[in-house]
């Protein structure tokens, strides 16, 4: 489990590409905070959940591979890109879209 692994290694990722596609670029190294429960509510705004990006860029989207509303997710924050996740599964995802809060983090006490 990835999250796993970057508990291993103190909270640093290395990767070629958070695409996970070979790039001709120097590894990417994150400061990762610890992982945290997320919740996806994206349905005020007339979304079905928030899509998957392959890197932390609003266009980065995986088409038609996203977590649904109600979905919770495990996730860490960047401290490199602040208003986003790298769920469990290495993809990124935004907390807020056009400044609408669509996933939240859960509180300790949060028994979903």
Known sequence: MLLAGLAATG???WGLGLDRTPR????VSLELKPAARYVVDASPYGMDGVLYRSEPAVKRTVVGFYPGNGTVLAAMEAVQYPNWIMAD???WLPLEIDGNVCIRRMQAD???
């Open 89 to 91: 599964n290495g993809y």
């Open 110 to 112: 949060d028994k979903r």
């Open 11 to 13: 909270g640093i990722f």
């Open 24 to 27: 001709a670029q120097h590894p």
